[in-house]
């Protein structure tokens, strides 16, 4: 498995780099701030952070 461990780390970044773009791409709503991004962010951190663990 850990052969993998660079190609898994490598699509999870990617993914989350996409998924953050398309979220600034899209009308926003009024209700959300610059809070609700940051929180956005630190969850897709979060998620890369603990794929490393598993890994």
Do not use: D, F, H
């Not at 780099?17 to 979060?46: C, D, H, M, Y």
Request: charged share 20%; net charge neutral; no cysteine.
């Amino acid at each position: 498995m850990s052969r993998y461990k660079g190609a898994i780390a490598l699509v999870a970044s990617v993914l989350a780099v996409t998924t953050l773009a398309l979220a600034q791409q899209q009308p926003k709503p009024e209700e959300e701030t610059i809070g609700s991004l940051l929180g956005e962010r630190e969850r897709v951190l979060n998620t890369l952070v603990n794929i490393a663990r598993i890994e």
